[in-house]
């Protein structure tokens, strides 16, 4: 950084104070939040909502059937055939994907259902599904945060993500979702809705038998693991036998809401207040893809706009303006550019902001990149380590998908630094030697995960067990 003038340096080295969480402030944070966990489990309930799903076992491997997927992300929707067959932990998959038209994210709720429909319905007359089956059973993936009673219905608590469709929040989605397909006629029963945490821990499960936690860190960020009812004193009143597990879809995003703990900057305060729902999900704020590129964005124009700064001085920085220009995959090619002049990044920067950055702020546009995401991995694993304390796990596998997971440089490596500084773990011998909790890439929670659900729900039924389900009779086959 030789080259770079004393503005810029000073600037780097304050980005650098506001975005590092150091060892001592991850293990406070982790500490806060296995109360909270324990907290959002109480009677009186907390910031972090821990929904009971009423997903009650871990799959065996030998689970089968022919079952329908239907995945409503953030960005996508999916739709899949899954057949699970009679090999151990071996499944067939019949998918197709259509993309969420960004204005039905901010319409209303029937044009939501009537576009999920269209595509269920579509998927199954190009792939001649009725003619295979009498009744579709269907795992209904729904990424959001519901409360569930039975796992065949959901109400809405909120939208997270940037959703904001009307008429939805505090709503059972389940009867509008079944509305709109039952006027198309085609003969689908919804079997369980599950969250894409859930779907991933099962999935997850199914091939490997040591993944305790299902997480995804992608657009949104959550997580999900078995607990023991015994320690859901939420859900006493069922009198439910206290050994017989029961998945918790967390909603960690909501960790902190109230302000306590977590290193917040004035940028993840903007981002919090331009949101369509201030106060809520500020852990996922400060993680999750949909706000990594947003918060870097945030930064540099805030850098232009400071008179003692000198960034793009005398350009026209109109396209930066615009709010949630950038999204983490811009970081991602920041930080994957291979080159000492980092020349990639000057070209990203011209094609995409019209703005010709030097080489000294483009140093500084990479270490921020390098600080937001280093940020984003680091508080990650305090979610894991804080729900592997809960429940007094040394050893064990976490599954993890999404696309920060998945595509952001370096996120694997820097999360699992700071599970080691958290749970202070020796350094290790051999540098192919495993952790003792390592995050790994999961199967396909929506997909299978969500089939699998949809299976033991129908185990469950059929062996008489219909705790958490409503009206269980109405199971078919
Ligand atoms: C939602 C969760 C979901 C996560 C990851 C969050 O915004 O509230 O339900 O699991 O995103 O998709």
């Known amino acids: 950084m030789a080259d770079v003038p004393r503005d810029l340096l000073q600037e780097i080295k304050r980005l650098e104070d506001l975005f590092t969480v150091d060892k001592a402030k991850l293990k406070k944070i982790t500490d806060h939040f296995v109360s909270e966990l324990a907290k959002g489990l109480s009677k009186e309930g907390g910031s972090i909502p821990m929904n009971p799903t009423w997903c009650m076992s871990f ?237 870097f964005r945030l930064v540099l124009v805030d850098l232009h706009d400071n008179k003692n700064v000198h960034i793009f001085e005398g350009q026209n920085i109109d396209k930066l303006r615009k709010a949630y220009t950038l999204d983490s995959s811009f970081l991602s090619m920041i930080e994957e550019d291979p080159w000492e002049n980092l020349s990639e990044t000057k070209d990203l920067f011209q094609t995409k902001l019209l703005l010709s950055a030097t080489h000294p702020e483009l140093e500084l546009i990479r270490r921020l990149a390098e600080l937001i995401g280093t940020r984003a991995a680091r508080l990650a694993s305090c979610g894991v380590a804080a729900i592997c304390k809960k429940k007094g796990y040394e050893t064990c596998h976490v599954g993890a998908d999404g696309s920060v997971f998945n595509k952001y440089p370096h996120f694997k490596q820097r999360g699992a630094d700071a599970l080691r500084e958290i749970l202070d773990w020796p350094e290790k011998k051999n540098p192919k030697d495993e952790d003792p909790i390592e995050i790994l890439a999961a199967e396909d929670g929506s997909g299978v995960g969500a089939a699998l659900i949809a299976a033991l729900t129908l185990e469950r039924v059929k062996a008489g067990n219909g705790a958490g389900v409503m009206a269980p009779e109405t199971f078919k086959k």
């Open 59 to 295: 799959p065996t491997g030998f689970e089968t059937g022919r079952f329908l997927a239907l995945d409503m992300g953030g960005t996508n929707l999916r739709v899949c055939e899954i057949t699970l067959t009679d090999e151990k932990s071996e499944f067939e998959i019949l998918q197709s994907k259509y993309r969420m038209p960004e204005e039905l994210k901010s319409g209303d709720a029937d044009e939501l259902w009537e576009y999920v429909a269209d595509c269920v319905q579509q998927f199954i007359e190009t792939h001649k599904l009725t003619d295979e089956m009498d009744t579709l059973h269907l795992g209904f993936t729904f990424s959001y945060p519901a409360t569930q009673n039975y796992i065949n219905h959901g109400i809405l608590q909120r939208w997270t993500k940037g959703f904001d469709i009307k008429g939805v929040e505090g709503e059972d989605v389940v009867p509008m979702f079944e509305a709109a397909i039952a006027k198309r006629g085609v003969p689908i029963h919804l079997t369980a809705l599950v969250n894409d945490t859930t779907g991933t821990l099962i999935a997850s499960a199914y091939t490997d038998t040591r993944m305790k936690i299902g997480c995804i860190f992608g657009t949104g960020c959550n997580a999900a693991y078995m607990e023991d009812c015994g320690s859901i004193p939420k859900l006493a009143h069922m009198n439910l036998p206290p050994e017989t597990p029961m998945a918790i879809n967390c909603e960690w995003g909501a960790f902190d809401n109230e302000g306590k703990i977590l290193p917040k900057t004035p940028y993840d305060v903007i981002v919090d207040q331009d949101s369509p729902r201030p106060g809520q999900q500020a852990f996922e704020k400060m993680i999750a893809g949909l706000y990594l590129g947003e918060i």
